[in-house]
């Protein structure tokens, strides 16, 4: 579950920016879109962390050597889902959320050793603007990360067109619950989307995040303790819980997220162009049909060499 090789000196470090990114089995092409994108919009010094399962390394480092991506500085991490065991609820509403990647980000400071500050991404996005200003996030004192607020969307995504999104802590945890009643939190709280991180490494050491987050996961085994209804899925619960005030900013820009959620609702060219990041979160992903703006998507699109990744789209 760790990086291969810790050679580099200080000097090399401080001027790279690591970005986290995970390439699951069944949808590696949209790391590799997302790579891609973030690649070809800067000139900052990037070192990408790909994260897998044992099974699947090879894999990514063929596409990756086999393609345009093959100028990237870029590290393999092997994630070991033995660290999940006890930890993981099933729930068969949507089994993909309970992938052992999808918990990566509550890991990060084992995967990553050298560089204090660090950007999370899911492979669900495509970055249209320079990666730097997203590491140039300010953190507050005292914080360990920074998220995009979900009650903060630009006023072009009309939160009313949809339908389901939950934007408050009570779409995401059950109030029926005495431990959760007892955290204190009102429910109305404005909830945030863990799918762009900006982490200080230091002090999610100091905190202790990785073991808080680890703690309620084990809560929810033992008294399912999230909401039935959850928009998000089972990885972004306990960071609500344990993130609570405790989060700095991300400019809205920077996760201009739900292109995934309807395949009906579409956004205006002009609103697209401004933003820096696109998350296609919810059940229609670009590279599938029915699915809503996939051309910003596959613009990014890098083509599998083995051939086996492919774009179910009916004009592709």
Not at 49 to 67: A, C, D, M, P, Q
Not at 236 to 254: Q, R
Not at 268 to 283: I, T, V
Request: include cysteine; charge should be negative; charged fraction near 20%.
């Amino acid at each position: 579950m760790f990086p291969d090789d810790d050679s580099e000196t200080a000097e090399e470090m401080e001027d790279e920016i690591p970005v986290v990114i995970c390439a699951a089995a069944g949808r590696m092409g949209a790391a590799m879109a997302a790579i891609n994108s973030i690649y070809s919009n800067t000139d900052a010094n990037i070192l990408f962390y790909v994260v897998g399962l044992r099974n699947t390394l090879s894999r990514i480092r063929k596409w990756i050597e086999h393609s345009k991506l093959r100028e990237i500085n870029f590290k393999i991490v092997e994630f070991n889902p033995v660290v999940l065991k006890g930890k993981i609820r099933p729930d068969s509403s949507r089994p993909e959320l309970l992938q052992p990647l999808n918990f990566v980000r509550f890991y990060l400071p084992l995967l990553i050793h050298q560089h204090e500050k660090v950007i999370y991404l899911d492979d669900d996005v495509i970055v249209q603007g320079d990666i730097q200003e997203l590491y140039d996030t300010t953190l507050a004192l005292g914080h360990a990360a920074a998220f995009s607020d979900d009650c903060d969307l630009p006023s072009s995504q009309d939160i009313h067109r949809l339908v389901g999104l939950q934007n408050t802590y009570m779409g995401y945890l059950d109030y029926r619950k005495k431990t959760i009643k007892d955290l204190g939190i009102s429910p109305s709280t404005c909830s945030f989307n863990p799918g762009v991180i900006v982490a200080n490494m230091t002090e999610w050491k100091h905190q202790w995040i990785t073991k808080q987050l680890e703690k309620w996961m084990q809560k929810n085994v033992e008294e399912n303790l999230y909401s039935s209804s959850l928009g998000g899925g089972v990885a972004t619960s306990p960071m609500l819980i344990v993130f609570h005030g405790k989060y700095s900013t991300i400019n809205p820009l920077w996760h201009i997220r739900h292109l995934g959620w309807n395949p009906d609702t579409r956004y205006s060219e002009h609103f697209l162009q401004e933003a820096k990041l696109l998350h296609w979160n919810g059940r229609h992903k670009p590279w599938d049909f029915p699915s809503v703006h996939n051309d910003l998507w596959e613009s990014w699109f890098v083509p599998d060499p083995a051939g086996i990744f492919k774009l179910h789209h009916p004009n592709s």
